[in-house]
């Protein structure tokens, strides 16, 4: 579960808080009454400039909205088209803070003489996002590192939003019955607690360095622990190109990379029950020839008990075999309840369409005539239309991050424009999967890395 927010300084603050509620709140409000709520999420939602003017409103309150913002964009049916495509341009070009800022977060996670534990510390950042920003630097012994600070006021300023979010999950449910997005709202906003924890960013990054240990070609970084708090975070540095910079090259490499991301996915849900949850094309680098994969950003990490694994190998082998009632206890293993068969038929529709690729035994690409930000959203409008009749449906937490990562990774994919023969691969990663060998390596890898069980959320 995620920390107690009582137990956090920095969340309480009851002046940082509403602060940050009267600047987020004047934002938003003066979006709402620009756009109508009323028409936000009901029939005049396809107004782009209605879209933009609320993506332009979130934009200005910087921190965590705009994150949560971003994480709604990406998870299907959470929001129209047209708002899911402005929502996600709010992960780009965060401002990052000046070196007062990093002289004081410095000088209060690491003491006075902070410097001294540092060869050399770059003063601009070399990234920044929504809850803080990266710095490269060097240690005594040569090692060069990453340290990634956060911003001040971010857990106030999470909890602030956090409320924000949960107005706009209400509206939804008033414009939009057939989907109920409470236990989604829920979802993030354990997700979006977890991420101000540094301390298990680290132990997130232990985990998979122990998960992957038998890939040498998908590198974590090395966290520094003496170097690390709750709110600072060092780590080794990884050299490496992003992954837009290969958009260009030859289709054997342009697949040799989508192939590390499927393993680097796959293989830790398949044998440990965990998925990395951002989707994010910054968290991946390469080396010039592209022949090891760079993973990064651990904040999103989910951790699912091992029976919703198994639900996941039972919907694909149902959807394989076209077995209907098989397909609908696959559903109640993922945590729907109470459906009637028009739904589930309204429900398989989405799951054809994310496990299509691993129901063909043929090399293809992940979809055909879309684009990446577009990836999946004509199946969403068909999945309402059905629900319209045999709806509403409660969307379990569960389902949330599995279904975004599946997405990032796919729209990944499509600007690869990768293809591979995706049924064989992942048949590969679950040939041997056993619920109870899964249960009994995720148990031992939380207890090594200091995740207790009560990682498994939700």
């Excluded at 137990?7 to 009851?14: T, Y």
């Excluded at 003066?30 to 400039?49: C, E, N, P, T, V």
């Excluded at 803080?132 to 590192?145: C, I, T």
């Excluded at 607690?193 to 240990?213: F, K, Q, S, T």
Aim: glycine share 8%; aromatic share 8%.
């Amino acid at each position: 579960m995620a920390d107690d927010p009582d137990k956090d300084p920095e969340r309480n603050r009851l002046t940082a808080r509403a602060g940050r509620f009267a600047s987020v709140g004047v934002s938003a409000a003066g979006a709402a009454a620009s756009a109508g709520f009323s028409a936000l999420f009901g029939g005049d939602a396809a107004d782009k400039q209605i879209a933009a003017a609320m993506k332009a409103a979130l934009g200005r309150t910087k921190g965590p909205l705009m994150k949560v913002a971003q994480m709604m964009a990406t998870i299907p049916d959470f929001l129209p088209p047209e708002f899911a495509e402005e929502f996600s341009k709010l992960q780009m070009n965060a401002p990052s803070m000046g070196w007062p800022f990093v002289q004081r977060r410095m000088r209060g996670e690491l003491g006075p003489e902070w410097e001294t534990k540092f060869q050399s510390f770059e003063r601009e950042a070399v990234a920044a996002a929504s809850l803080g920003q990266v710095h490269r630097a060097v240690l005594p012994d040569g090692r060069a590192v990453a340290c990634k600070l956060q911003y001040p006021e971010m857990a106030s300023a999470v909890e602030s939003d956090i409320g924000q979010m949960q107005g706009i999950i209400g509206l939804v449910k008033r414009m939009n019955r057939l989907v109920d997005p409470t236990e989604m709202g829920l979802e993030i906003a354990d997700r979006l607690r977890e991420e101000l924890d540094y301390a298990r960013e680290a132990r997130h990054i232990a985990l998979y360095r122990l998960m992957l240990a038998e890939r040498p070609d998908i590198r974590p970084p090395e966290p520094v622990p003496e170097l690390s708090t709750k709110r600072l975070l060092t780590m080794s540095w990884l050299e490496g190109r992003p992954l837009r910079t290969f958009l260009d090259a030859d289709q054997e490499t342009r697949n040799r990379i989508a192939t590390l991301l499927f393993h680097a996915w796959w293989g830790p849900m398949a044998r440990f029950g965990v998925i990395h949850g951002d989707p994010h094309l910054g968290n991946y680098t390469f080396p010039e020839d592209a022949a090891s994969l760079n993973l990064l950003d651990f904040g999103c990490v989910r951790i699912f008990p091992p029976r919703f694994v198994q639900g996941v190998i039972n919907l694909y082998r149902a959807l394989d075999a076209n077995d209907l009632d098989a397909v609908k206890r696959a559903y109640e293993d993922w945590g729907f309840g109470g459906l009637n068969d028009g739904a589930v038929e309204a429900l398989t529709v989405w799951a054809r369409f994310i496990y299509g690729p691993m129901l063909e035994d043929r090399v293809r690409r992940v979809a055909e005539g879309v684009s990446p930000g577009m990836y999946g959203r004509r199946e969403v409008i068909d999945v309402k239309t059905r629900l319209a009749e045999h709806g509403p449906v409660t969307i379990p937490r569960e389902f949330v991050f599995m279904d975004r990562a599946a997405i990032g990774l796919g729209a990944a994919f499509l600007h690869l424009d990768a293809e591979m023969n995706f049924k064989r691969l992942f048949e590969a990663q679950i040939e041997q999967f056993e619920l109870e060998a899964v249960a009994a390596r995720q148990a031992s890898a939380l207890a090594a890395v200091g995740l207790a069980a009560d990682a498994l959320s939700g």
